[in-house]
Each structure stands twice: as C-alpha cells, then as structure tokens.
C-alpha cells in the first residue's frame, strides 16, 4: 500500500491542505478563512470530489509554524480531532525543518507568515518578530519558504521532521 497522508498549514500566507493518496498529490487553497469551524468542511468537500475515503491507514502532519498562534492551534486541535476519530498518527512540521531540509545557507531566515515579518534563527529557533523598519536590515536573510506538495513530500520521506503530536486523550467521567 502507497503512502497516504494529509498535511494541514493554516499558518502561512498560501494555507492549504495537501493530500497524498495512490501517489498522487491533491492541493486544496484555503483563502481567507474566516472560522475555523470551517475546516472540516473544507476537507470533506475536498474528499469528496477527489472520491477519497479518510481512514486510519492516513498519516497526519501540521504545519507547527512560527506563526500566528491563532492558526497554530486551530491546524492542531482539527489535527488531533482526525487522529482520535480514525486512529491516525499525527506530526507536526516547522518552517525550521523545511529550511533544514532545503539547506538554506544562512544562520537566519526571514520568512512572511499571515502577514508577519518573522526573523528565525536557525540555530537557536528563536523567531523575532519584525517592524517594517527592521525588515530592510535582514532582507539578505527573506527565503519564500513554501509548503507545496513537493517540499512536503520530500520533508515527510526524509523522516527529519519536528515531532510526533500525541492526541488528546479522553476519560468516561
């Protein structure tokens, strides 16, 4: 059987879901999301056009950021709903551990997220956020950092990402 898997990046400027199913790569756009209780909507009229059946055989992985923490949560909580309702392992995913991968040459990255100027210090993650009058300063350090399916893909393969998230776990009382 072929990897499946969702990844789910409400952070960045491009927030999409990216699924992998069959060896294909299947790319929904979120633009201005409004309510997070949207999200499952989304999905599932994303599953259904592409015919797809979520199970617990998929692998699910959000983007951790940095970035708005708002987003932040909301990618973990729907997350940690998918693995609780159909058992399925969940990760998370930084923009550290793409620049990692993408062995971006510097020490420090400027990346854009939800209109955030974010200075990420690679060695240390540390992240500063910027004014508009820093940004000039450290505009050698700008990378346009993408989770597309391609970077996603080739992260998820490499293995060398953040994290296992563990799911919330429930009590009977």
Known sequence: MSLSFI?????????CLILFYNNKAFVKKIDKLTKSENIPIILNKFLNTKKIKFN?????????????????????????????IYGCKLYGI???????????KYNQALINSKN????????????????????KKYSKYKVDVKFNSK??????????YTKKIVPITFSSR
């Open 56 to 84: 617990e055989n998929f692998l699910i992985y959000v983007n951790l950021g940095p970035g708005s923490l708002v987003s932040a949560r909301s990618a973990i909580t729907f997350g940690k709903s998918l693995s609780l």
């Open 116 to 135: 955030k100027k974010l200075l990420l210090n690679l060695k240390t993650h540390n992240v500063k956020n910027l004014s508009s009058e820093n940004y």
């Open 151 to 160: 970077n996603v893909k080739n992260l998820i393969m490499s293995k060398k």
């Open 7 to 15: 990844f789910i990046d409400l952070l960045s400027d491009r927030s």
């Open 94 to 104: 930084s923009y550290f551990d793409l620049l990692k991968l993408n062995k971006f």
